[in-house]
């Protein structure tokens, strides 16, 4: 039906459905009016990225009040910020997989509670690239984790969860075909490798904590390139398995500056 799912049974029981981080609720909201015609969301770490992004689209657009400031949707929360350029939402989304988890967990709900038809998700951000040029986008076809296995674990009450973390494979072909119009920026499809921390997590030797090699930590890279890995980052496993669970087409698209 391409309706955004929601895999909770509680959801029904409920009177009201408070999603606390976006300051949005669905008594409070008629969620279906502000978003029914959502059909594309961006999501993103900076809020001030996402509010560009949808000045952005504005333009692009053609929308009325296009080069004007955007009004931040979740402006009642200071933990994400939420624009609207037409039928796309921009969102930030924080630092890492739980910043990121708690926010997907409230867009899905959004969603499902719209009644939000064939919505595409994209996670556009920055990384670290690995043997790769400096400025290069990197599109995701499966997001690793450490061990460069395909699986996000997820601790629920005291089992672990293992789940799949492979994106949309026509989505990454469409967006790389797009990515041939613009020349400026090499583009190319790979595995993305998600950590838990930005320093000891992705080998960095500058953190206040380094227990390891230089030497160790180029042949950690090494593994990982000869894995498939062609950027690190810290939130695609998490995005990942949420949006292959809740029936949203997902993929990850990352600017690679070093």
Do not use: W
């Amino acid at each position: 039906s391409g309706l955004v799912l929601v895999k909770n049974p509680h959801l029904d029981l409920m009177e009201e459905d408070v999603l606390y981080h976006l300051d949005l609720g669905t008594k409070t909201h008629n969620l279906p009016a502000m978003f029914g015609d959502i059909k594309f969301v961006c999501v993103g770490g900076s809020p001030n990225r996402m509010r560009a992004f949808a000045q952005f689209m504005q333009r692009e657009l053609g929308l009325a009040g296009a080069g004007e400031d955007v009004a931040d949707i979740c402006a009642g929360s200071d933990r994400y910020a939420m624009y609207r350029a037409g039928p796309v939402l921009s969102i930030s989304h924080g630092m890492g997989i739980p910043s990121i988890s708690i926010m997907l967990h409230e867009l899905i709900k959004l969603l499902h509670h719209a009644k939000c038809r064939d919505v595409t998700i994209i996670r556009i951000g920055t990384s670290g690239g690995l043997g790769i040029e400096a400025g290069s986008v990197v599109i995701t076809d499966t997001a690793v984790d450490s061990s460069f296995q395909p699986r996000f674990e997820q601790v629920v009450l005291d089992d672990v969860v293992v789940r799949s973390t492979e994106l949309d494979k026509d989505l990454a072909e469409e967006l790389l075909a797009c990515s041939r119009d613009i020349p400026d920026f090499p583009t190319l499809i790979g595995h993305t490798m998600c950590t838990y921390d930005f320093y000891e997590g992705q080998g960095r030797l500058d953190g206040a904590l380094c227990s390891f090699s230089n030497e160790k930590k180029l042949e950690y890279l090494r593994r990982a390139y000869e894995a498939g890995v062609r950027n690190i980052e810290m939130e695609s496993t998490a995005f990942a398995a949420l949006c292959r669970l809740c029936g949203l087409k997902g993929e990850s698209c990352c600017f690679h500056l070093l």
